[in-house]
């Protein structure tokens, strides 16, 4: 016997015929003398629907009420996944994160677990019981509604199989696993069998949005392998697991893209020590994430030109913050460009191999493309384009590094 935790997202509940679908599975995998927890997201559109609908009451929804409204969501695909698999003749018992107790601090809209009470689901797993739990929500130390952030009932499904210490953690889906690229986007995109968790984690916060990035921070922490699936077939899908020796030997194992982050530029700002902190630290302040940082020297003696990107969310925000501060440092050109993308190339093999940034360039360079921000670790090389040229960029990439074609591993 085995305790296995399945996430459903939102396009696998969909409707009503896809939440009878995955009861069965369930009941299927509970069949095989396994104890279940299965994690559920909202059906899909909800949580965007939600959103938009606060946005129609007020531009500014006060964040601990967007919290208790977007997780609704969850809690109506949780009630109808139970009674679905109770219809079925299984025993289900639905939970909200509240009642499970899923804690979690207090950032709304973002908030990170930190801490999984198991004696309710154990004891509903022991009785026989399927324990269906809400993903994407929890409660903080004040009993507050709080959200995981876009795409957080994978981090609720990691969570709480590294919490039961459960035997897998399969994230069910709509594609059968993890691919080269956006198989979406790209149909040379190739399924992987295995993904190291550092590759996984780059991807994620690079835009591929099949994991969300704490899911798998989570995963690595714990050393929870988490298996990529579809609900729509018995593929095998991509394991997401530690580091081997096979992959190191692979350069490049996928291409991301984001289209989710804006450009701010400060003009000739005085390049003297502790300017950049002063610019930045009223960003940070608001909790605002800086991603890519440029600095240059001006065509003006003595000052520097700093570009940086932010997420499209904060972007107003950020702007105010920054052509204030800009002030301050006696400085007033600010510029700013939402139509920009990131396109990045993610491998740990790249550690031992010198040439890939410039055959990355070539091949944009190739298609007309131009760079305007670049960004390097270890692990993975990221180019800021026009947004118009992504789609065109991803291909290109994909087919400069032949991504298509199986590794020597995947061949044996
Ligand atoms: P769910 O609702 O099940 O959580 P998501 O929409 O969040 O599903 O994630 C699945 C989607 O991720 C796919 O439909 C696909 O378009 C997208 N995606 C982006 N990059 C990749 C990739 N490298 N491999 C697989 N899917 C990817
Ligand atoms: N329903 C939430 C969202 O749409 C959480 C999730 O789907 O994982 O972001
Ligand atoms: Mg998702």
């Known amino acids: ?92 018992k639905s939970y909200l994160g509240f009642q499970i107790k899923i804690g979690t601090d207090s950032a709304f809209g973002k908030a990170r677990i930190t801490g999984i009470e198991s004696e309710k689901m154990l004891h509903d797993l022991r009785s026989g019981r399927i324990v269906v739990v809400a993903g994407f929500q929890g409660i903080d130390e004040l009993d507050n509604i709080t959200t995981l952030g876009r795409g957080g009932s994978d981090t609720t499904a990691v969570a709480i199989a590294a919490a039961l210490k459960a035997d897998s953690c399969e994230i069910y889906t709509d594609v059968d696993g993890v691919y080269t690229t956006d198989p979406n986007l790209c149909s040379k995109a190739r399924k992987l069998s295995k993904i190291s968790y550092d590759e996984m984690l780059e991807m994620a916060s690079l835009g591929s949005k099949v994991l969300q990035i704490r899911s798998v921070e989570f995963a690595k922490k714990y050393d929870v392998p988490i298996h990529v699936r579809s609900s729509f077939n018995d593929n095998l899908g991509t394991i997401v697991c530690k580091e081997d020796e096979e992959m190191e030997k692979v350069v490049v194992s996928g291409v991301t893209y984001n289209k989710n982050e804006a450009k701010i530029e400060v003009m000739r700002l005085p390049d003297t020590p502790g300017v950049a902190a002063k610019l930045f630290k009223p960003v940070a302040d608001a909790n605002i994430v800086v991603d890519m940082i440029i600095q240059t020297s001006s065509t003006e003696k003595g000052c520097a030109d700093v570009a940086f990107t932010v997420p499209k969310s904060d972007f107003n925000k950020a702007l105010q913050i920054v052509r204030e501060t800009s002030k301050e440092l006696g400085t007033k050109e600010v510029k700013s460009n939402e139509d920009i993308a990131k396109v990045s190339i993610v491998g740990v093999g790249m550690r031992s191999h010198s040439n890939v940034a410039t055959q990355m360039f070539s091949a944009l360079a190739k298609e007309g493309i131009n760079i305007q921000m670049i960004s390097t670790s270890e692990i993975k090389i990221s180019c800021i384009i026009d947004s118009k040229y992504t789609e065109l960029a991803v291909r290109a990439l994909h087919d400069a590094f032949e991504l298509d074609k199986p590794t020597v591993a995947e061949e044996k």
């Open 1 to 92: 016997m085995a305790l296995i935790v399945q996430k459903y997202g939102g396009t696998s509940v969909g409707d009503v015929d896809r939440i009878k679908n995955v009861a069965r599975r369930v009941i299927h995998t509970k069949n095989q003398d396994h104890e279940v927890v299965v994690v559920v997201s909202a059906m899909a559109g909800e949580t965007d629907k939600l959103i938009r609908l606060a946005h129609q009451v007020t531009p500014s929804p006060d964040e601990r009420e967007m919290d208790v409204l977007v997780s609704t969501g969850e809690q109506v695909s949780v009630a109808l996944l139970a009674m679905a698999l109770k219809d079925m003749g299984a025993e289900a």
